[in-house]
């Protein structure tokens, strides 16, 4: 199984891909966790990042596509999650999965407005703290999705590639719309 968890901030992509991973066995592969796990380690990476996480930036695509190059390459299955958000990430992706011979099975879509976006993050930074939940780091990181995320979102569209699941509804019922697409596109391993 080889899934791609796409959706805006707060759609639920690190609550739904966390399920998938726990359910099938599969490495959960979130770029923000990694990048988030180097800040708090205060590595090299880490120390370049933090300030770029802090405001909602988006770190240059060179640096994730190396990083995500090296993680997928030692994965035969996975729950991506966070990665591509940039047409150029998306473009690298493509090409590096074909040459390791490992295609995506399913690339799913959660569905959520903005609205609703910016209500489960204010209430997720009063639970986690996160320090990109912060009103001005939400609005920026909506943006950048908006603007650099969703021509990656249509050309997997496009490409007839796409599930799109409606994301406002509980955890559960999400998780059986997206473990029923991960039975309709193929044998669920
Ligand atoms: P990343 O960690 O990927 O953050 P994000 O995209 O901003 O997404 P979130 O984690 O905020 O949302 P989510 O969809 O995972 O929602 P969640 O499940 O937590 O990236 C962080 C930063 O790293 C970026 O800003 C960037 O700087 C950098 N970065 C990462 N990847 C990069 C890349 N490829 N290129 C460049 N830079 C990159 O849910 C949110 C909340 O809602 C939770 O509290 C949850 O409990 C709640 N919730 C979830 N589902 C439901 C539901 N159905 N009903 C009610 N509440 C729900
Ligand atoms: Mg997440």
Redesign the pocket.
């Known amino acids: 199984m080889r899934v791609l968890i796409l ?11 966390k399920r998938i991973a726990a359910t099938h066995g599969v490495p959960h592969v ?4 990694i ?2 796990d180097a800040v708090s380690q205060g590595s090299e990476l880490g120390l370049r ?1 933090a300030p ?2 802090e405001r ?6 060179d640096l ?1 596509v190396e990083l ?1 190059r090296e993680r997928l390459a030692s994965e035969d299955r996975f729950v991506l ?6 047409s150029a ?1 998306a473009e690298a992706l493509d090409a590096m999965l074909d040459e390791i011979g490992k295609p995506l099975d399913t690339v799913i879509l ?1 569905e959520v407005s903005d609205e609703e976006a910016m209500r ?2 204010v ?2 930074a009063a ?2 703290g ?1 320090r ?2 912060t009103d001005e ?1 939400i609005a920026n ?1 909506l943006r ?2 908006h603007e650099l995320t969703r021509p990656v979102v249509d050309r997997y569209r496009a490409a007839g590639e796409l599930v799109e699941v409606d ?5 559960d ?2 998780y059986a719309a997206i473990e029923a697409a991960l039975v309709a596109s193929g044998p669920v391993q």
């Open positions: 959706g805006p901030q707060g759609s639920g992509k690190g609550t739904q891909a979130s770029t923000g966790d990048l988030r990042v770029i996480l909602g930036d988006l770190v240059p695509d994730m995500i999650d966070g990665f591509p958000r940039t990430q959660l489960r993050l209430g997720r639970a986690e996160r990109d939940d780091a990181r950048l999705y994301g406002e509804h509980t955890m019922d999400v």
